[in-house]
């Protein structure tokens, strides 16, 4: 016997259920929002329509065209960040700005995914990534006061919003929590796959004899690291190998490693931070990289935007970060699904029959 559908989000029972996460959801942006202005940033309104999505191989953007007055035909898509836009913002002069952005990602659905977001990102031209970190918990800080959380709590793991968080870099978090030396499979260009997958297989994470570097370090990170972060406190976890930066700049000490950090709480990823790669030749390289990728994996790849790789050559040394703003309302309200946290969700697939 078929079980009843749920009812649809907008019956009064179910939006009273979340009206307060709704309402909190308000009081949070507006927060954000003055804390930005009152440190001299600019709100802007990223386009959402583009002619590239981004060029990560494990994106996945919605596609649409543009018709012309005379029916000519134009492929677009609905963009899965504003940051390309946002770097040509910076490459026309602009110092400092933020947009509450909504964004669009295909194949993403599930308690903390969904396809269409907010995604709360900022640029600080000249100035280092570290200050992105500060930025980072000033915030958290802050949207947990205007929702009168005193702890945050997911999956049953805790975290105090106001406490410093703990800077770990991944070597430090793959030797201490999977036992692997990282950097030993690593040099500025190339990869040591097979070392990787003995270490992997060694700490009991289940290595496909068809996956790259990149899938085998991505199964250590969400089986063995991610469990471990922000428990207790906030976890900036910073230098990300470089070929796990495709936007970002060598760390210049290391070039094994990249100006990237991610900030956790409660095993959740929060933000991504990068000091902004600004060289188009090595970004044309990368992207060509990541669509080659794409295109093994997926059989599709995304046009690159000339104009971004343009705008490049003119910006300045700038360092950004995107934040998931649905997730930053759901763990300091308790809300268990990101759908609890949106006016308006996009209804689910009917199941199959």
Same mark, same amino acid.
């Given at each position: 016997m078929s079980q009843p559908s749920p009812s649809p989000w907008w019956s009064p029972e179910r939006h009273a259920d979340r009206r307060p996460f709704l309402a909190a959801r308000a009081r949070i942006k507006a927060g954000l929002r003055g804390w930005f202005e009152g440190q001299g940033f600019t709100e802007v309104e990223a386009g959402i329509l583009q002619v590239s999505p981004g060029n990560e191989a494990h994106l996945h953007a919605f596609a649409t065209e543009a018709l012309g007055p005379a029916g000519e035909r134009r492929g677009l898509y609905l963009?899965?960040? &504003?940051?390309?836009?946002?770097?040509?913002?910076?490459? *026309?002069? @602009?110092?400092?700005?933020?947009? $509450?952005?909504?964004? $669009? %990602?295909? %194949?993403e659905r599930g308690p903390l995914h969904h396809p269409e977001f907010?995604? =709360? @990102?900022?640029? %600080?031209?000249?100035? &280092?990534?570290?200050?992105?970190? !500060?930025?980072? *918990?000033?915030?958290?800080? =802050?949207?947990?006061e205007m929702a009168g959380a005193a702890t945050? *709590? $997911? %999956?049953?793991?805790?975290? !105090? &919003?106001?406490? @410093?968080?703990?800077?770990?870099?991944?070597?430090?978090?793959?030797?201490? #929590?999977?036992?692997?030396?990282l950097l030993a499979t690593v040099e500025a260009e190339e990869v040591d796959r097979d070392g990787l997958a003995a270490a992997a297989s060694a700490a009991g994470v289940r290595v496909a004899a068809d996956d790259g570097w990149s899938d085998i370090f991505s199964k250590v990170l969400v089986e063995r690291i991610e469990p471990h972060l922000g428990d207790g406190r906030p976890t900036i976890l910073c230098e990300y190998p470089a070929q796990e930066a495709a936007l970002a700049r060598p760390k210049p000490s290391d070039p094994r490693v990249a100006e990237r950090f991610e900030l956790y709480a409660c095993g959740v990823e929060l933000a991504n931070a990068f000091g902004e790669l600004t060289d188009p030749a090595e970004q044309r390289r990368r992207f060509e990289a990541e669509m080659a990728e794409k295109a093994r994996v997926y059989g599709e790849r995304y046009p690159?935007? @000339? !104009? #971004? =790789?343009? *705008?490049?050559?003119r910006m300045p040394p700038a360092s950004g970060s995107a934040l998931g703003f649905d997730?930053?309302?759901?763990?300091?309200?308790g809300a268990q699904r990101i759908e609890q946290v949106l006016w308006t969700p996009v209804p689910e697939f009917d199941p199959p029959r």
């Amino acid at each position: 016997m078929s079980q009843p559908s749920p009812s649809p989000w907008w019956s009064p029972e179910r939006h009273a259920d979340r009206r307060p996460f709704l309402a909190a959801r308000a009081r949070i942006k507006a927060g954000l929002r003055g804390w930005f202005e009152g440190q001299g940033f600019t709100e802007v309104e990223a386009g959402i329509l583009q002619v590239s999505p981004g060029n990560e191989a494990h994106l996945h953007a919605f596609a649409t065209e543009a018709l012309g007055p005379a029916g000519e035909r134009r492929g677009l898509y609905l963009h899965t960040s &504003p940051e390309f836009a946002a770097k040509k913002l910076l490459a *026309a002069g @602009e110092g400092a700005i933020f947009d $509450f952005a909504r964004v $669009f %990602r295909n %194949r993403e659905r599930g308690p903390l995914h969904h396809p269409e977001f907010t995604m =709360l @990102e900022w640029y %600080r031209a000249g100035a &280092p990534y570290q200050v992105l970190m !500060d930025d980072c *918990a000033s915030l958290l800080g =802050l949207a947990a006061e205007m929702a009168g959380a005193a702890t945050l *709590a $997911f %999956r049953g793991r805790t975290a !105090d &919003p106001f406490a @410093e968080p703990e800077r770990v870099t991944l070597a430090e978090a793959f030797d201490r #929590f999977a036992g692997i030396d990282l950097l030993a499979t690593v040099e500025a260009e190339e990869v040591d796959r097979d070392g990787l997958a003995a270490a992997a297989s060694a700490a009991g994470v289940r290595v496909a004899a068809d996956d790259g570097w990149s899938d085998i370090f991505s199964k250590v990170l969400v089986e063995r690291i991610e469990p471990h972060l922000g428990d207790g406190r906030p976890t900036i976890l910073c230098e990300y190998p470089a070929q796990e930066a495709a936007l970002a700049r060598p760390k210049p000490s290391d070039p094994r490693v990249a100006e990237r950090f991610e900030l956790y709480a409660c095993g959740v990823e929060l933000a991504n931070a990068f000091g902004e790669l600004t060289d188009p030749a090595e970004q044309r390289r990368r992207f060509e990289a990541e669509m080659a990728e794409k295109a093994r994996v997926y059989g599709e790849r995304y046009p690159i935007d @000339e !104009d #971004f =790789l343009a *705008a490049l050559a003119r910006m300045p040394p700038a360092s950004g970060s995107a934040l998931g703003f649905d997730r930053l309302v759901m763990l300091v309200t308790g809300a268990q699904r990101i759908e609890q946290v949106l006016w308006t969700p996009v209804p689910e697939f009917d199941p199959p029959r």
